[in-house]
């Protein structure tokens, strides 16, 4: 319908978006769907993405009894206000609501926790793209969490590192912060953009394009080489502050940042 290729799909998706991507990736009903994923800032995570209609079913009830519904037909007829102002109660109130709207597993669409489908390798073997900022909600456990994964990949895969200082203020490269660049809209951000950020955010438009094309980020001339990853290769592209290359991260400087930072997205 957009005239596109149907057999060359590239799903995309940052943050819980990027777990999203995962359990699409994860899932037998989704075969043959699209052939290249990318993740940013939510690539990898484990057992928490996913709970059981057991464990879920308590709070849901709750839900439904503050919105005064003794049926699934009353529940799904409720008007959206309501149904927040409900679940904000419950999850305050019931063991466990915070997790409470994580994807259930049914073994149908989903079919095991992260962790037991990384371990099995049940996750689609395709190219994928990824990464996590340097400010990001948790750096270390982040940028982790995706090598594991990537490492995991029979088909070419690359990570990303990102860490521009957005300029405006010293809360650093938080999360969500790289949308800007992957997207080309800088413009449209109220931040007082360098002709540094523009250059860096071109660079980034065209790897992103490359990628979705073709499956590898550098097909053209003037971009730096980006290495893929596997379990031998444990640099990443690091994007930002200075010239783009391949690097390993200082683990003891992401951990401060974890413990000092105090901006987790905008």
């Known amino acids: 319908a957009f005239g596109g290729d149907p057999e060359n799909i590239t799903i995309m998706g940052q943050s ?18 699209f052939q290249k994923a990318i993740m940013s800032s939510g690539c990898g995570l484990g057992n928490k993405m996913t709970s059981t209609a057991e464990k879920n079913g308590a709070f849901w009830s709750s839900v ?3 919105c005064g519904c003794a049926t699934l037909e009353e529940f799904r007829a409720v008007e959206p206000e309501k149904l927040f102002g409900a679940w904000q109660a419950a999850k305050k109130e019931v063991k466990g609501g915070a997790q409470s709207a994580s994807p259930v597993i049914d073994g149908r669409l989903v079919v095991g926790t992260g962790a037991e489908l ?24 982040l940028l982790n969490m995706t090598r594991k994964w990537i ?22 490269a938080w999360h969500s912060s ?22 860096l955010s071109e ?19 003037q971009l730096p080489t980006w290495i893929a990853s596997d379990k031998t290769q444990p640099r990443v592209m690091v994007l930002g ?6 690097q390993r991260p200082s683990k003891l400087k992401m951990l401060y940042t974890m413990l000092t930072n105090k901006a987790v997205g905008e």
């Open 203 to 221: 660079q980034m438009v065209n790897y992103l394009c490359n990628f979705v094309k073709t499956g590898d980020p550098n097909k053209a001339a």
């Open 118 to 141: 990384l371990a099995a390798g049940k996750q689609k073997q395709i190219p994928y793209m990824a990464g996590s900022t340097s400010h990001d909600i948790a750096p270390p456990i």
């Open 241 to 246: 502050e200075k010239e783009s290359t391949m």
């Open 178 to 199: 790289d949308l800007w660049y992957w997207f080309g809209t800088l413009p449209n951000c109220w931040r007082p953009m360098e002709q540094k950020d523009f250059d």
């Open 64 to 66: 439904m009894e503050r």
């Open 16 to 33: 819980a978006g990027a777990m999203s991507v995962q359990m699409l990736c994860n899932s037998p009903l989704t075969e043959g769907l």
């Open 151 to 172: 490492a995991k990949r029979e088909k070419a895969s690359y990570t990303w590192y990102f860490d521009r200082m957005l300029p405006g203020d010293d809360c650093g």
